[in-house]
């Protein structure tokens, strides 16, 4: 079955005053397959960040049907959104809260009863736990990306979302995300969304690519199919 199914999605902000009206997504149509890596690529604006926030429910979307795992975000929003989890690409955490206190947070925001919390598992395997306790301010980029990361898991969502996982990231993190990436979806058979503007990392990771250019997928294949002949 799939994950996801999007279908006639649009999306036009309201202009700031005197702009005309800005349209982000025209009439999107894409299913992603449960337990796949799926990646979707296109140049900046093209609308790649505003599908991941419909999907997230960061964004009310204008027009169009989202369902999640199943789930209508109209009909089911609260199932709709317990089953997908994301990374965003800011880098946006509250300066209060250690990582293990942030972790407990995200938790409680998602109704995880205490009993059922991962927060020294997740901790572990994001490489943070002789952090658990550090002020988040004194953490660096790389770290703040695998709190975020951690925090897209505390739920333990079926679909999970990266937006630019590795941009701007060194070698070493780049390649932990990957592997952590690859083992949610061998080990747990986690539906993986990522965007994405490097090509090597499509190649890496996904299964499946859609390409997104002014607000519409202009082609969707398997990765081989898709970025073989290049
Ligand atoms: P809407 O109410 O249409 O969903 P938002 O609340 O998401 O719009 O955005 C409010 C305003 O923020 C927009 O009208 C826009 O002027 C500005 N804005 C935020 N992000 C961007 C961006 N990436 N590009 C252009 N404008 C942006
Ligand atoms: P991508 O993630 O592929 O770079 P985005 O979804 O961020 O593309 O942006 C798609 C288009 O919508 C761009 O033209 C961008 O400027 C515009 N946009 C994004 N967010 C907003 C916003 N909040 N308000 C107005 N315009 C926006």
Redesign the pocket.
């Known amino acids: 079955g799939n994950a996801i199914e999007i279908e006639g999605l649009t999306?036009?902000?309201?202009?700031?005053k005197g702009?005309a009206?800005?349209q982000a997504l025209r009439g999107v149509d894409l299913s992603i397959p449960a337990g796949s890596v799926f990646g979707l690529l296109g140049p900046n604006g093209a609308g790649k960040?505003t599908l991941i926030n419909i999907l997230a429910g960061l964004?009310?979307k204008t027009d169009g049907r989202v369902t999640i795992w199943g789930f209508d975000q109209d009909v089911n929003p609260r199932q709709s959104r317990a089953a997908i989890g994301v990374m965003p690409q800011e880098l946006n955490l509250d300066p209060f809260f250690a990582p293990r206190a942030a972790l407990e947070v995200q938790a409680g925001l998602y109704g995880v009863p205490k009993t059922e919390r991962r927060s020294d598992e997740i901790l572990r395997m994001v490489g943070l736990e002789d952090k658990a306790n550090a002020y988040a301010r004194t953490l660096s980029g790389g770290m703040r990306r695998r709190l975020l990361l951690g925090k897209a898991l505390v739920h333990n969502p079926q679909v999970l979302v990266l937006d630019e996982p590795t941009a701007g990231v060194d070698i070493e993190l780049r390649q932990m995300l990957w592997e952590n990436v690859r083992r949610l979806n061998r080990e747990r058979g986690m539906t993986i969304i990522l965007t994405t503007h490097y090509l090597e990392e499509a190649e890496e990771m996904c299964d499946e690519i859609a390409i997104i250019n002014h607000g519409e997928v202009v082609a969707r294949d398997s990765t081989a199919n898709l970025l073989g002949a290049l």
């Open positions: 999306k036009t902000y309201a202009g700031q702009e009206p800005k960040s964004v009310r």
